[in-house]
């Protein structure tokens, strides 16, 4: 019976190391890794795809931080309702969206503000959807406003004067 709890406690301690190496991997991964670069009074933005393919940012939504996902087919800045909830933004228009799952009951609000790298935005159009992820879609209408060209696993943008 001694032998059988030994053996129990070292397959646990193998399954907590595995899974800690592993979350910790999984976690690299999608972490955004950006680079900016000042030249005179214009900064461009380098971000590093993530290994899914993706590219992310760092930012700040009303001085909360939060993770970006650039998202050229979302028309607009998306978030969760339990986001948005925990922001306490207002609650606006209904709409429903068109989604990769089908159509979505949503409403529109606003952010006082939305930084990330040296640029800040003010009074911002967003949409608030039910059971999106914790990642904020960065949409078009922010992601218009920069030129940005996209070279090796890299994306590089810069402000539209």
Request: glycine content about 8%; charged content about 15%; overall charge positive.
């Amino acid at each position: 019976m001694r032998s059988n709890w030994a053996i129990f406690w070292v397959w646990a301690l193998v399954l907590a190391l595995i899974y800690w190496v592993f979350s910790g991997f999984i976690a690299q991964q999608y972490q955004p890794k950006m680079q900016i670069i000042q030249t005179g009074n214009a900064a461009e933005l380098t971000l590093q795809r993530a290994r899914d393919g993706h590219f992310r940012i760092n930012g700040q939504i009303n001085g909360a931080a939060v993770t970006l996902l650039l998202d050229t087919g979302a028309t607009s800045i998306t978030l969760s309702e339990r986001l948005a909830t925990r922001l306490n933004l207002p609650r606006g228009e209904s709409f429903i969206a068109r989604t990769a799952n089908g159509e979505v009951a949503g409403y529109e609000s606003r952010l006082n503000e939305l930084s990330f790298g040296p640029y800040r935005f003010e009074n911002v159009r967003v949409g608030v959807l039910p059971n999106l992820g914790d990642e904020v879609l960065l949409g078009m209408n922010i992601i218009r406003h920069f030129d940005i060209r996209t070279q090796d696993q890299q994306m590089h943008l810069k402000l539209i004067n």
